[in-house]
């Protein structure tokens, strides 16, 4: 029927719809198959030119979020150990699964919150990132359950979204703190925990993650790219300007050590982030 879609939770976007209108649907579905195909949805109907490019509704100030996982403060998270037992590894997946599923509506809502103030390309880009988020988060989704659990079987914590609201009012906040502080935190981390996934003899759980990680490289890159051509827009630069938003929006330390070759890689150079790191602690004689 047209103008009618169905999903598990809400309503799939429709062609003839705005995209502000197929992020809302995004955002309010909570159950995590049903977002992962409602993004994937979204995406393919935008790339398709099916939908408009119209921001007409509001975005919600919270996504939908089921019953599971348990959403803890970041201080009452169990503290993950480095071991390479299964039940390290389904911790050390949980909690990928949990940022990749965040990830969706990170990337959704930046579209349908930001998306009137840039040209459709800032679209197309965001809404490739979406899909791809969701693809990450369907393969941990599978590797977990080859693995004998599911996401929301741990506890999981919601910092990633609280850095998602406290830039709600500032398209260039939110670029300056997602993709180039969240999301490039994650190319610092992950070889070493592909180092680990393998000297434990999880190849396929390796394998993922290395798909991620080049793909991550990418999303901080399309991050710089926008955030560079705002920055521009806005007659300061871009080093300048990132090393303001993130002093005033993120809450957290920069912590060493930096996959320096990583970042550079996507364009976020030691210029905008060497003068706001933590220093390292001294070796201890």
Same mark, same amino acid.
């Given at each position: 029927?047209?103008?009618?879609?169905?999903?598990?939770?809400? !309503?799939?976007?429709?062609?003839?719809?705005?995209?502000?209108?197929?992020?809302?649907?995004?955002?309010?579905?909570?159950?995590?198959?049903?977002?992962?195909?409602?993004?994937?949805?979204?995406?393919?109907?935008?790339?398709?030119?099916? &939908?408009?490019?119209?921001?007409?509704?509001?975005?919600?100030?919270?996504?939908?979020?089921?019953?599971?996982?348990?959403?803890?403060?970041?201080?009452?998270?169990?503290?993950?150990?480095?071991?390479?037992?299964?039940?390290?590894? *389904?911790?050390? &997946?949980?909690?990928?699964?949990?940022?990749?599923?965040?990830? *969706?509506d990170l990337a959704v809502d930046l579209v349908g919150r930001f998306g009137g103030q840039f040209p459709r390309?800032? +679209?197309?880009?965001?809404?490739?990132?979406?899909?791809?988020e969701a693809m990450h988060f369907a393969l941990i989704q599978?590797?977990?359950? @080859? &693995?004998?659990?599911?996401?929301?079987?741990?506890?999981?914590?919601?910092?990633?979204?609280?850095?998602?609201?406290?830039? +709600?009012?500032?398209?260039?906040?939110? &670029? +300056?703190?997602?993709?180039?502080?969240?999301?490039?935190?994650?190319?610092?981390?992950?070889? @070493?925990?592909?180092?680990?996934?393998?000297?434990?003899?999880?190849?396929?759980?390796?394998?993922?993650?290395?798909?991620?990680?080049?793909?991550? *490289?990418?999303?901080?890159?399309?991050?710089?790219?926008?955030?560079?051509?705002?920055?521009?827009?806005?007659?300061?630069? !871009?080093?300048? @300007?990132?090393?303001?938003?993130?002093?005033?929006?993120?809450?957290?330390?920069?912590?060493?050590?930096?996959?320096?070759?990583?970042?550079?890689?996507?364009?976020?150079?030691?210029?905008?982030? +060497?003068?706001?790191?933590? !220093?390292?602690?001294?070796? @201890?004689?």
């Amino acid at each position: 029927m047209p103008g009618t879609c169905h999903s598990r939770e809400a !309503p799939s976007p429709c062609r003839g719809g705005s995209l502000g209108s197929a992020c809302r649907s995004v955002l309010m579905t909570g159950d995590p198959y049903a977002k992962v195909m409602a993004a994937r949805a979204v995406a393919r109907e935008w790339r398709l030119g099916r &939908l408009a490019h119209e921001f007409d509704v509001a975005m919600p100030d919270r996504p939908a979020r089921g019953e599971r996982p348990e959403l803890l403060p970041p201080a009452r998270m169990p503290k993950r150990r480095k071991g390479g037992s299964i039940a390290h590894r *389904i911790a050390l &997946l949980h909690a990928i699964a949990h940022i990749e599923y965040v990830a *969706i509506d990170l990337a959704v809502d930046l579209v349908g919150r930001f998306g009137g103030q840039f040209p459709r390309a800032f +679209a197309d880009d965001w809404m490739k990132v979406a899909a791809e988020e969701a693809m990450h988060f369907a393969l941990i989704q599978r590797r977990l359950r @080859q &693995l004998g659990a599911a996401y929301g079987d741990l506890p999981a914590h919601d910092g990633l979204w609280e850095a998602a609201e406290a830039t +709600a009012h500032d398209a260039a906040a939110r &670029l +300056a703190v997602v993709p180039l502080v969240l999301e490039a935190r994650g190319l610092d981390v992950t070889p @070493q925990m592909i180092v680990r996934l393998d000297a434990a003899g999880d190849g396929i759980s390796s394998r993922i993650l290395a798909r991620i990680y080049s793909d991550e *490289i990418n999303h901080v890159a399309t991050g710089m790219k926008w955030f560079e051509s705002s920055a521009r827009d806005s007659g300061v630069t !871009p080093a300048e @300007q990132w090393r303001a938003l993130v002093g005033r929006y993120f809450g957290g330390a920069l912590k060493p050590p930096f996959n320096d070759s990583a970042r550079a890689s996507a364009g976020l150079t030691p210029e905008f982030y +060497a003068s706001l790191a933590v !220093p390292e602690p001294s070796a @201890q004689t």
